[in-house]
């Protein structure tokens, strides 16, 4: 609100004068602008909505293995500057949801658990017996990934979105791991498995592979 001077042109006049509108207020003279009409929300369209969505496919499970990650995105984290979750959140927003909008849902054979430049394992094979998860991969046929990378595996509960994680497993030369578990952690309950390989002097980690859904 302004309040304008006798004996100026506009103080003799009262009304609106373009988006001002001139009035009187306890013997004096004011001036005050138009209040602008709100804006109507411009609709979302279905690509927004679809990208928009793809963050609640995702934020559910990534959120149960946020430790697993820690070391799975370790290095994208720091190279970024941003925690190891939104590291994930980021790189599987292209390759962790399948199907359009808005019928989305997790793609379990692409979503990343880990994520770096090692070289990944080769046609993992998993058997499930009482009491372990049995982990066999082939040779290496690059020849450029180290035989002392270790293999960092993760079984993710889906029942009850829970996770059992080994930091440090095999190596990769040994080309075959063992993942002990109680029974009673494997009977009726299903899981899906990822494994990639790190190093354990420069944390650097390969591409989690999905190695399948097991149910005991």
């Not at 430790?67 to 190891?84: E, H, Y």
Request: glycine share 6%; charged share 20%; proline share 4%.
């Amino acid at each position: 609100m302004a309040i304008l001077q006798e004996g100026t042109i506009l103080a003799g006049i009262r009304g609106k004068i373009g988006n001002i509108v001139i009035y009187q207020w306890k013997n004096k003279v004011c001036a005050r602008g138009k209040p602008s009409k709100p804006r109507k929300k411009r609709a979302r369209t279905i690509p927004q909505q679809a990208q928009s969505n793809k963050m609640k496919v995702l934020s559910p499970f990534l959120n149960d293995i946020a430790p697993f990650l820690q070391t799975g995105f370790k290095q994208i984290a720091a190279n970024r500057d941003i925690t190891a979750n939104n590291a994930a959140k980021s790189v599987n927003m292209l390759t962790g949801v399948k199907g359009g909008f808005p019928a989305q849902e997790i793609n379990w054979d692409t979503i990343l658990v880990a994520s770096g430049e090692l070289i990944k394992p080769e046609n993992v094979t998993v058997t499930l017996s009482e009491n372990a998860f049995n982990f066999a991969w082939e040779q290496d046929t690059t020849g450029i990934g180290s035989p002392n990378d270790r293999a960092i595996i993760l079984l993710y509960n889906t029942k009850y979105r829970r996770f059992h994680a080994n930091y440090s497993g095999a190596r990769r030369a040994e080309l075959k791991d063992t993942f002990y578990l109680d029974p009673f952690y494997i009977k009726n309950n299903t899981y899906k498995i990822f494994m990639a390989f790190k190093d354990v002097m420069s944390d650097e980690v390969s591409r989690s592979v999905y190695c399948g859904e097991y149910t005991g």
